[in-house]
């Protein structure tokens, strides 16, 4: 198993540019999480989905959207890109309750910088 | 609001002595704890976990402990080795957060452990 991939590693996005962070994991996990995490700072929760069809908000869900059209594939739209967006992205995946439903399983990251 | 708290951002060991990394929390409605290690340009990768109704959970070189009345968890780590040099990420999760397993993270602390 690959676990959570995510793509790209890096990428530069110009003020008012939008752009799709990829993530892809191949666990069966029903539930998948997009984070950012800033210098020096935890992880922040932005969107996640239940399941196929169904996402809902984090905590700083705003300039950010996505979607959730397979049980594999949970990507992040960025629309707009405005500095505030610099940040690093994990996306993550979790069992269904019951079965060890707090373990979170991250992919790599994607470090984005907005100039 | 920070609700999970890490008040130590960095933290020096030696080799074979004992870590101990801290945690405090303010919501009362946090029932479920992780320890998460993240290495540089990597994602964070689940430790160990506890859940409010223990006090303490262990696996192999690695010890959680939880005081519920401070609202307060720590992480041992004995001996500690070279290779556990990372960022320690404590995260929490509340019964209430719906059936995702949301999880709320600390800022980290930045463990080194020397020769």
């Known amino acids: 198993n690959a676990g959570v991939t995510q793509t790209p590693k890096f990428r530069i996005l110009k003020i008012g540019q939008s752009m799709t962070l990829q993530c892809t994991q191949d666990?069966?996990?029903?539930?998948m999480y997009w984070y950012r995490q800033d210098p020096g700072m935890g992880l922040k929760l932005i969107y996640y989905?239940?399941?196929?069809?169904?996402?809902d908000k984090g905590e700083v869900p705003n300039g950010y959207n996505v979607s959730r059209s397979t049980t594999e594939d949970f990507p992040l739209r960025l629309e707009l890109a405005a500095p505030s967006q610099t940040s690093v992205y994990f996306c993550?995946?979790?069992?269904?309750?019951?079965?060890?439903?707090?373990?979170?399983?991250f992919g790599p990251g994607t470090r984005l910088t907005v100039l | 609001d920070q609700q999970v708290k890490q008040n130590s951002p960095s933290l020096s060991v030696q080799e074979g002595r004992i870590s101990i990394l801290n945690c405090d929390y303010t919501?009362?409605?946090?029932?479920?704890f992780l320890w998460y290690k993240k290495y540089p340009a990597e994602g964070p990768t689940f430790l160990i976990s506890?859940?409010?109704?223990?006090d303490k959970n262990e696996d192999g070189r690695f010890t959680v402990f939880l005081n519920k009345s401070a609202k307060h968890l720590s992480l041992h780590i004995v001996p500690s080795q070279p290779g556990d040099s990372a960022v320690y990420f404590c995260?929490?999760?509340?019964?209430?957060?719906?059936?995702?397993?949301?999880?709320?993270f600390g800022t980290g602390t930045r463990l080194q452990v020397t020769l």
């Open positions: 919501n009362s409605m946090f029932d479920y």
């Open positions: 989905s239940v399941g196929a069809g169904i996402t």
């Open positions: 666990m069966n996990h029903n539930y």
């Open positions: 993550a995946s979790s069992y269904s309750p019951g079965r060890r439903k707090n373990e979170q399983f």
């Open positions: 506890i859940s409010s109704i223990k």
């Open positions: 995260a929490a999760s509340a019964a209430g957060a719906g059936t995702a397993s949301k999880l709320t």
